[in-house]
């Protein structure tokens, strides 16, 4: 497989090991999408932008000046010491007209714990008599906190990322309107500012909320109605808090662009494509602030993003907390809006089909353009990762292959037509560890599917946990690798037993999904051998026998679905 100097690839080998070659149409198509002209000569914008790894002297031609992010200064003859500091720095060469962006990152990045279980849940659905039918951040304190007790050292949870601020919320957590804030529908409205002397104001919300709990779904919308109300309440008696504007001033212009679209979100949806002009980009936007009368509102939203974080704080303190990262984020929501000029048009990423998925999948989220995304100096990347381990112990990286190529599909056609185009994954790898060590988190990359050569063995050599899923797996788990986060199944594929019992696969044709009942076979048969089961056992039984099993894998990290 080759790529063109856009990285659009040649073609791709299935995950059945077939060839599928990349058409010229398709070609076109992607290129288009990155604003390259497919008939120009390939000229890609050179970005001045050098990785450099910790404790190793690296000649970067100069003689130069190199401006520490703390302010300091090195001057340099032509090599960079190899005592500099991690962090991003400037190195500016003697007789060049811009700086270039110098990363200073460890090899690796933060090793897992030895040896440790833990629970893997959705947090939404970790509901108690407390929550008002869906589940939060006091939930998740509890579950931790009981956790804890019982031995358990992690706990995996879903993305709690941020949903645009309408009522018709999109439920799928892997599709966020910004993958850099959270979802206020994962606040306990109890433990908020200025909750304990509002106890008579809030009184019927909260037993409103409360009785959401006897529905056997969750009624999302009403989740939603009844916490801004009360939200709303909370924040009118809001007087202010040092610790607020410390927390907006932390995250500068990057909070305050997003409460903004949320602000406008609410006015003109949630969509910013169909926004009126003077909207549809945030530096005209942020300017129009108290012209439109809009800064209380983007405080409101500043606000709920400090609740959040505080009472996300709480919940991380009994044990590590590992965050889900989505790998991208909805065409019209808030994140896309500040990235709009990075972003590729008349695109979406996905999978190519495979044994279980034979029609392929588009997951409907716009790619960032690989040149577009280095000449920026990472930046959408860099407040990704940092948002996604804040007060987290370990990041799992929803699709990890997505650092080394993506399988972008044009609007017109199908997964079948898809191609591949390639990223830098040895910079974007270098920025997760370097984030990784400031977090003092460790990251796990979920690498399922159609995964190509040599991914895997860089993901390890920068210390990258493997995902190793039971329904993968051909070797028993005491033979799996130290390197991995081991589980039965995943937050997309079927329990144990719904795989036992079949009433996944008869689920997904009663909704016209197109399963296959060779793959349907072939983790029931999986289930059976590992577990060592009769065919007729109960699942209660399957259930048992197969955690036991994956109890002996010598892995980091063993979970269990909750």
């Not at 529905?215 to 939603?224: H, L, Q, S, W, Y």
């Not at 799992?396 to 017109?412: P, S």
């Not at 190509?452 to 190793?468: D, N, W």
Request: charged share 20%.
């Amino acid at each position: 497989m080759t790529a063109d100097p856009w990285g659009v690839t040649s073609g791709y080998n299935d995950a059945s090991d077939h060839w599928h070659a990349t058409s010229s149409a398709t070609r076109h198509a992607l290129l288009k999408a990155m604003g390259v002209d497919p008939a120009a000569p390939p000229h890609p914008l050179e970005a001045a932008f050098q990785i450099v790894y910790q404790n190793e002297s690296t000649d970067l031609n100069g003689p130069g000046v190199v401006r520490l992010e703390d302010g300091g200064t090195i001057v340099i003859d032509r090599r960079l010491p190899p005592d500099v500091p991690l962090g991003y720095h400037e190195f500016d060469r003697k007789g060049s007209s811009r700086p270039t962006q110098l990363v200073v990152a460890p090899r690796q990045c933060l090793p897992p714990p030895d040896r440790a279980w833990g629970w893997a849940a959705q947090l939404y659905a970790l509901r108690s008599r407390q929550s008002w039918g869906f589940g939060d951040l006091a939930d998740l304190e509890r579950l931790a906190d009981w956790s804890s007790q019982q031995g358990a050292r992690c706990l995996l949870i879903n993305p709690l990322c941020a949903a645009a601020p309408v009522a018709t919320q999109q439920a799928s957590p892997y599709s966020p309107t910004s993958r850099r804030f959270r979802n206020p529908l994962y606040l306990r409205i109890e433990r908020m500012a200025g909750a304990p002397e509002m106890v008579a104001d809030l009184g019927l919300l909260v037993s409103s909320g409360r009785a959401l709990n006897n529905n056997a779904r969750i009624d999302r919308p009403e989740v939603f109605r009844l916490k801004q109300r009360a939200c709303e309440l909370l924040w009118e008696r809001f007087q202010g808090d040092p610790r607020f504007d410390a927390f907006s001033r932390q995250q500068g212009t990057s909070l305050e662009q997003f409460a903004l679209y949320c602000a406008l979100a609410e006015q003109h949806g949630c969509d910013w494509r169909s926004w009126p002009a003077q909207y549809r980009r945030p530096e005209l936007a942020l300017a129009r602030i108290d012209i439109d009368g809009l800064r209380r509102r983007v405080a409101y939203h500043q606000w709920l993003q400090w609740q959040l974080d505080l009472q996300l704080a709480a919940a991380s303190k009994p044990l590590a907390i590992i965050h889900d990262l989505p790998i991208g984020f909805d065409a019209g929501g808030a994140d896309a809006w500040a990235w709009q000029d990075t972003l590729a048009g008349g695109v979406s990423v996905g999978a190519p089909p495979d044994l279980y998925n034979a029609a392929g999948q588009d997951w409907g989220l716009p790619p960032l353009v690989p040149h577009k995304l280095r000449a920026s100096g990472y930046v959408p990347w860099i407040e990704t990762v940092r948002a996604s381990l804040r007060h987290a112990g370990g990041l799992r990286m929803d699709h990890v292959m997505g650092l080394f190529r993506l399988f972008w599909i044009a609007h017109d056609d199908s997964p079948q037509q898809g191609a591949y185009v390639e990223y830098r994954a040895d910079e974007m790898l270098a920025i997760l560890a370097l984030e990784s060590h400031r977090a003092g988190a460790f990251v796990v990359g979920e690498d399922l599917g159609t995964v190509e050569p040599g991914t895997r063995s860089a993901l390890a050599s920068t210390g990258v946990l493997s995902c190793r899923v039971l329904w993968f797996e051909n070797d028993p788990p005491e033979q799996y690798p130290h390197l991995a986060l081991v589980s039965a199944s995943t937050h997309d594929l079927p329990t144990i037993a719904g795989a036992w019992t079949s009433s996944d696969y008869r689920a997904q044709q009663q909704i016209g999904l197109d399963p296959s009942a060779e793959g349907a076979a072939h983790l029931r048969a999986q289930l059976a051998e590992t577990a060592r089961v009769r065919d007729n056992a109960p699942v209660v039984e399957v259930i048992d026998r197969t955690y036991a099993a994956l109890a002996k894998a010598p892995s980091a990290i063993v979970t269990a679905m909750l």
